[in-house]
């Protein structure tokens, strides 16, 4: 399923957060948004999981206006893990995932044996299967994280969209989970601060300044020398991983190179 930012724009207070965005997420495709803070990367993602209206312009899935979808059908299509994943109440870590069915479910209907088979596959895939009777309270960032993907997971999507879904884990399990996204056949749409797994998890990267779309295209196109430094302000050496080939960044720490 395709995903489209069609001249999406945002403006709160008289402050115009994200301008004229136009980007396209290809059908299976994964496509990070980078950019420094501030520059409008979780707006526009609160726009396609419609936490957000759009000012103007319009999100488009296959071609339809999302905002023409009712609540219930939007949430079957599209699924979103938020970068603070607030959980208050103390569920269980299975409980929590199992919520993830809920678009696709009548007022108190039990989940189908199918179902639980799904929530139990989602924490197995993100090794979290020995947490599921302990309260999500409980749990570290990074378990927590963990549980929140696998609940989107489990609304079965067809376009997962993330903010951040990496903060608060560990190396192991950041490798992990990009690699679960690129062999997942959804469409993703993801924001990443670090330009590196940017580079090793997408196909391709739209970059943003100010609400606005700089460039997008493969990562060996974006992440350039030049473009590292105008729009993030640091000097890095652009060199190709020894294993995979994709670029990756070699940081200065001394401004004056």
Do not use: W
């Amino acid at each position: 399923m395709e995903l489209r930012l069609d001249g999406l724009s945002v403006v709160t207070d008289g402050r115009s957060l994200v301008r004229d965005l136009s980007l396209d997420v290809g059908s299976g495709q994964v496509v990070g948004l980078v950019g420094p803070n501030g520059s409008g990367k979780s707006t526009a993602l609160r726009c396609v999981y419609r936490a957000l209206r759009p000012s103007s312009g319009t999100v488009r899935v296959d071609g339809k206006d999302l905002s023409r979808l009712t609540v219930r059908r939007s949430a079957q299509v599209v699924a979103a893990m938020t970068q603070d994943g607030a959980l208050e109440l103390d569920f269980t870590v299975e409980e929590v995932i199992a919520l993830g069915r809920t678009p696709h479910l009548r007022g108190n209907q039990a989940l189908s044996r199918r179902e639980r088979e799904l929530c139990e596959r989602a924490m197995d895939r993100l090794d979290i299967r020995h947490l599921a009777r302990r309260g999500v309270l409980t749990l570290s960032g990074g378990e927590r994280r963990r549980v929140l993907l696998a609940r989107a997971l489990v609304q079965e999507p067809a376009i997962l969209v993330l903010d951040e879904p990496t903060n608060h884990l560990d190396v192991r399990h950041q490798v992990e989970l990009l690699s679960l996204l690129r062999g997942s056949g959804l469409t993703v749409l993801v924001v990443l601060h670090d330009l590196n797994l940017a580079a090793s998890a997408c196909d391709r990267i739209g970059v943003l300044r100010d609400g606005r779309l700089v460039t997008a295209g493969t990562p060996e196109e974006v992440l350039t020398e030049d473009l590292v430094h105008d729009v993030f302000g640091v000097r890095a050496s652009v060199v190709s991983h020894p294993l995979t080939g994709d670029p990756q960044l070699l940081y200065s720490l001394d401004p004056s190179l």
